[in-house]
């Protein structure tokens, strides 16, 4: 705040001094230029292939376009003493913004550098004199006041994120690994099954099951990567799991009838020796963490809520980069208030606890169930489409309905659920995402709750 109170002052002796005269022109070129200004800010960024993940999105280009005109004509038009602290807070949320999408800070800078080279070229385009230099003056002066808090707030944003992603690879080890391993050898396991059944009593015609999408394959994707460094053993276990769907399986698959059953035998030797090969480097990663005890959430044992950013941040690349959807789910238990009045907080606890285990027992090991705070939860479920997703989400709603809560020896509560879902849509901020199925939410419980509704 120290460097913030510094750029205030600045700020204000720069405005003091400005003349009328200037005044107006920065004005005028607001008025006539800022639209082209943040198409040439933006542009700059959309052309490199960095930035292109985080700005392809037609929503995000045409909403950050019209944000940076505001920014613009804010710049240039506020010429009083009392605006200045509203334009410090307002380069602070620019920096938090670009930070929690990914736009690498050097490619702001990049296109703050091509605004003032294009704000200078305006305003001495057609006539240089005194008036016309100490525009030009002003604006790069304020453009890099602004640009000052913006990267110093991108930075703690970025700070914060970091040391958020670390927590959570702390909380990871901390979970029972013992349990943990067990878990995934089952899942493991149960994919062999299926592989075996599907070989020897299933269609001729019918797709193999592919590793990648059994519960292991998406535990291995989405959890084991945050859980495991990803490198050695985390590696080779990736490189077994693609050779056996990039070609074992379909090699096997397009053997002709004539094939020599040997031959099948082998290629079917050959899956299954990877398979064993995963195994063995699965055992040994979990041999490398320290159990420790933190980062869940002390009543429910869930995921605690500060570590929602550096997931969400996590599923939304992993769905940008391989075009598979995902789900946020927000779930609010109805009526809870009348619960801990009319019963206590203790029991309060109880129904918490016990739909946390409805919600543990219905969704795969791949997903995300977090604390979200009070009586909400909310889950994360990777690779479902918009109607699984519902699907899903009907189904916990059921789950939850169906079964009654003992919160002492003569007595039984029936409880119920709200859901607002919402599925990935391409914006790189995952606030609007949580924006999103929390106005879905809002629509369920106002419906008459004990219901699901989707986000627009």
């Not at 869940?296 to 997931?311: A, E, N």
């Amino acid at each position: 705040m120290k460097t913030e109170a510094i750029i205030e002052s600045r700020w204000a002796d720069l405005i003091r001094d400005v003349s009328p005269e200037a005044r107006r022109l920065l004005e005028e070129l607001s008025k006539d230029r800022a639209p082209e200004f943040a198409a040439a800010f933006y542009g700059e960024m959309q052309r490199d292939p960095d930035a292109a993940a985080f700005l392809s999105n037609e929503i995000v280009t045409i909403r950050l376009r019209d944000s940076m005109r505001r920014w613009i004509d804010d710049l240039l038009t506020s010429w009083s003493a009392r605006q200045i602290p509203g334009l410090i807070a307002a380069q602070r949320q620019m920096g938090t913004v670009h930070a929690r999408i990914g736009v690498p800070l050097e490619l702001v800078m990049r296109g703050t550098r091509l605004l003032k080279q294009t704000m200078i070229t305006s305003l001495l385009e057609e006539e240089v004199n005194n008036t016309h230099l100490q525009a030009a003056k002003v604006a790069i002066e304020m453009i890099d006041m602004a640009m000052e808090v913006v990267a110093n707030q991108y930075s703690k944003t970025h700070e914060v994120a970091a040391r958020k992603d670390e927590a959570y690879r702390n909380y990871a080890a901390s979970m029972n690994m013992s349990v943990e391993r067990e878990r995934q050898r089952a899942a493991l396991f149960g994919w062999q099954n299926d592989l075996l059944q599907a070989v020897v009593v299933g269609n001729a015609d019918d797709p193999l099951p592919l590793i990648s999408r059994s519960a292991f394959g998406l535990w291995l994707r989405h959890k084991a990567a945050a859980i495991f460094p990803r490198e050695g053993e985390f590696n080779d276990v990736v490189e077994s799991v693609e050779r056996i769907d990039d070609y074992l399986i379909p090699f096997y698959s397009r053997r002709s009838s004539q094939q020599d059953a040997d031959d099948s035998k082998r290629i079917l030797g050959l899956v299954l020796g990877e398979a064993k090969q995963v195994q063995v480097l699965i055992d040994t990663l979990f041999e490398h963490l320290i159990n420790l005890e933190a980062g869940r959430d002390s009543l429910t044992q869930l995921l605690s809520r500060r570590f929602q950013s550096t997931i969400l941040s996590r599923e939304i690349e992993l769905s940008r980069n391989s075009g598979k959807p995902f789900a946020l789910m927000l779930i609010d238990v109805d009526h809870f208030k009348r619960v801990n009045d009319q019963y206590g907080h203790e029991a309060g606890d109880r129904v918490l606890q016990h739909v946390a285990n409805v919600f543990a027992a219905n969704v795969r090991s791949g997903d995300f169930i977090f604390r979200h705070g009070g009586e909400e939860f909310m889950i994360v479920c990777v690779e479902l489409t918009e109607q699984e997703a519902v699907r899903v989400a009907d189904k916990i709603r059921a789950a939850v309905e169906a079964e009654t809560i003992a919160i002492s020896d003569t007595t039984r509560l029936s409880i119920t659920v709200s859901v607002g879902v919402a599925c990935y849509d391409g914006h790189p901020d995952y606030q609007r995402l949580v924006a999103r199925a929390d106005k879905a939410l809002y629509e369920a419980k106002h419906g008459g709750r004990n219901k699901c509704a989707l986000a627009a």
